[in-house]
């Protein structure tokens, strides 16, 4: 059953843009799943490559904004790489954003 | 009337009249002023008059040098990384800015200079980029605080040269380097912060980096409007914004973001402007890496440091030229 608080993490996490394409990590496809008990937050979180240079800064966001919600108390962050991210687990507005960027997906 | 920028193009059949009739008319530099001031986007060679193709290239070759040069200055700190991740985020950004020169130096070619013999073969005296990058950055630190700055410096004249310049080809180039310039100007926003907040010595080393990387990014954009009479550049405009109006954007945001992670920086805020707290120019020790503020200089004598290059100017050119006659196949 989802709760309202998992309800706000997810959409939370929608307003967290990747740091070097103009899309959202959701709509990306980074996040594998979200549980949440009581005020910590477990957050499954995949990168598009093993070499992203990014990792840093998509954790560091994701931490600070997660816990700017009322309710969070701590976020737990388990990167995963199986299944691989390709392009198939970007959401149709992600495929928009980044064809409309310039990227081919 | 010809496509607008900002506004979506005419469809192609009609486009080809339009552009055969501009070509038409392009002898006449009558008509190219004209174009220049309605706004117009110059879009191929045969529009252009020789001096504003002049001027573009000479605007080209400093942003591609400049490109270009930070990769080995990049390069050369981004060993000191802390971390692998850190590392690789240095290499992201050094690749970045590889794919930015290149851009640059394509649009050259395509206004028929040869991208090898600007790359390869010119000697490293000749190149055109900020006197900054020829003093070595030496760690970490020094990195992030150019990642800070002298990006920060970048996104500044390079976002300029996307809002207003009237060559067509670059102004669309720079969509992909804006965003990229704004991660690197992010990593070093980031680990900034990190830094000043260690504490103790990792404080003290960064608050020495800005010491002597502010000065020199703040002589980055040049003469200032009362010393330079006269702009090509803005008259073409090739850019859109004037040297102090560029240097008054680049203390705007870095005087409040390094006063917010509590490292002091010589300029403050007085009304609308930023006003610096030291003679502009002064001199310079660049072995030392120290700013002596009691001894103003003339901008003849900053010029003449320019020019002379700077500890790292060889070194650096070498790192991408001399492997290059190495490896040449010859047909």
Same mark, same amino acid.
């Given at each position: 059953?989802?709760?309202?608080?998992?309800?706000?993490?997810?959409?939370?996490?929608?307003?967290?843009?990747?740091?070097?394409?103009?899309?959202?990590?959701?709509?990306?496809?980074?996040?594998?799943? =979200? #549980?949440? !008990?009581?005020?910590?937050?477990?957050?499954?979180?995949?990168? +598009?490559?093993? %070499?992203?240079? &990014?990792?840093?800064?998509?954790?560091?966001?994701?931490?600070?904004?997660?816990?700017?919600?009322?309710?969070?108390?701590?976020?737990? =962050? #388990?990167? !995963?790489?199986?299944?691989?991210?390709?392009?198939?687990?970007? +959401?149709?507005? %992600?495929?928009? &954003?980044?064809?409309?960027?310039?990227?081919?997906? | 009337?010809?496509?607008?920028?900002?506004?979506?193009?005419?469809?192609?059949?009609?486009?080809?009249?339009?552009?055969?009739?501009?070509?038409?008319?392009?002898?006449?530099?009558?008509?190219?002023?004209?174009?220049?001031?309605?706004?117009?986007?110059?879009?191929?060679?045969?529009?252009?008059?020789?001096?504003?193709?002049?001027?573009?290239?000479?605007?080209?070759?400093?942003?591609?040098?400049?490109?270009?040069?930070?990769?080995?200055?990049?390069?050369?700190?981004?060993?000191?990384?802390?971390?692998?991740?850190?590392?690789?985020?240095?290499?992201?950004?050094?690749?970045?800015?590889?794919?930015?020169?290149?851009?640059?130096?394509?649009?050259?070619?395509?206004?028929?200079?040869?991208?090898?013999?600007?790359?390869?073969?010119?000697?490293?005296?000749?190149?055109?980029?900020?006197?900054?990058?020829?003093?070595?950055?030496?760690?970490?630190?020094?990195?992030?605080?150019?990642?800070?700055?002298?990006?920060?410096?970048?996104?500044?004249?390079?976002?300029?040269?996307?809002?207003?310049?009237?060559?067509?080809?670059?102004?669309?180039?720079?969509?992909?380097?804006?965003?990229?310039?704004?991660?690197?100007?992010?990593?070093?926003?980031?680990?900034?912060?990190?830094?000043?907040?260690?504490?103790?010595?990792?404080?003290?080393?960064?608050?020495?980096?800005?010491?002597?990387?502010?000065?020199?990014?703040?002589?980055?954009?040049?003469?200032?409007?009362?010393?330079?009479?006269?702009?090509?550049?803005?008259?073409?405009?090739?850019?859109?914004?004037?040297?102090?109006?560029?240097?008054?954007?680049?203390?705007?945001?870095?005087?409040?973001?390094?006063?917010?992670?509590?490292?002091?920086?010589?300029?403050?805020?007085?009304?609308?402007?930023?006003?610096?707290?030291?003679?502009?120019?002064?001199?310079?020790?660049?072995?030392?890496?120290?700013?002596?503020?009691?001894?103003?200089?003339?901008?003849?004598?900053?010029?003449?440091?320019?020019?002379?290059?700077?500890?790292?100017?060889?070194?650096?050119?070498?790192?991408?030229?001399?492997?290059?006659?190495?490896?040449?196949?010859?047909?």
């Amino acid at each position: 059953m989802t709760t309202a608080l998992q309800t706000r993490v997810w959409a939370a996490l929608a307003e967290i843009n990747d740091p070097e394409m103009p899309v959202n990590l959701v709509d990306l496809g980074l996040i594998y799943g =979200i #549980e949440v !008990v009581g005020g910590m937050v477990r957050l499954r979180l995949t990168f +598009t490559a093993m %070499g992203c240079p &990014a990792t840093d800064m998509i954790m560091g966001d994701i931490r600070d904004r997660l816990l700017a919600e009322p309710g969070v108390e701590s976020v737990a =962050i #388990e990167i !995963v790489w199986d299944p691989p991210w390709t392009s198939a687990r970007l +959401t149709p507005d %992600g495929r928009g &954003a980044l064809l409309a960027w310039g990227l081919s997906v | 009337m010809r496509a607008r920028e900002g506004l979506s193009s005419p469809p192609a059949a009609l486009g080809d009249v339009i552009l055969e009739s501009i070509r038409m008319e392009s002898s006449n530099s009558v008509t190219f002023e004209t174009l220049l001031k309605r706004g117009e986007l110059i879009e191929s060679r045969s529009e252009m008059t020789p001096d504003y193709l002049r001027e573009l290239k000479h605007t080209l070759i400093v942003s591609g040098d400049t490109e270009l040069i930070s990769a080995p200055a990049y390069y050369l700190a981004a060993r000191k990384a802390p971390s692998v991740n850190a590392f690789m985020t240095g290499i992201a950004i050094i690749q970045d800015e590889l794919a930015h020169a290149h851009i640059a130096y394509h649009i050259l070619e395509e206004l028929g200079e040869s991208q090898e013999a600007l790359i390869f073969k010119r000697d490293p005296k000749a190149f055109r980029y900020p006197y900054a990058f020829d003093v070595p950055l030496e760690s970490w630190t020094e990195l992030v605080v150019a990642n800070a700055m002298y990006d920060q410096a970048g996104f500044c004249l390079l976002g300029d040269i996307h809002d207003q310049c009237s060559y067509g080809p670059w102004k669309r180039g720079l969509v992909k380097v804006m965003a990229e310039e704004n991660f690197h100007l992010r990593n070093g926003r980031n680990w900034s912060k990190r830094i000043s907040q260690a504490g103790g010595a990792a404080r003290e080393e960064l608050q020495r980096a800005v010491d002597w990387m502010f000065p020199l990014t703040v002589e980055w954009f040049g003469l200032p409007d009362d010393l330079k009479q006269h702009s090509a550049q803005l008259e073409y405009r090739l850019k859109g914004l004037t040297n102090d109006q560029l240097r008054q954007q680049w203390l705007s945001t870095v005087v409040p973001f390094m006063e917010s992670i509590g490292i002091r920086v010589p300029a403050h805020r007085d009304g609308d402007a930023y006003v610096l707290d030291y003679p502009f120019p002064c001199t310079f020790d660049a072995p030392a890496k120290r700013w002596d503020f009691k001894d103003p200089c003339t901008w003849d004598s900053v010029m003449a440091r320019w020019r002379a290059r700077g500890p790292r100017n060889a070194e650096m050119v070498a790192l991408f030229q001399e492997s290059f006659s190495k490896f040449q196949v010859r047909a």
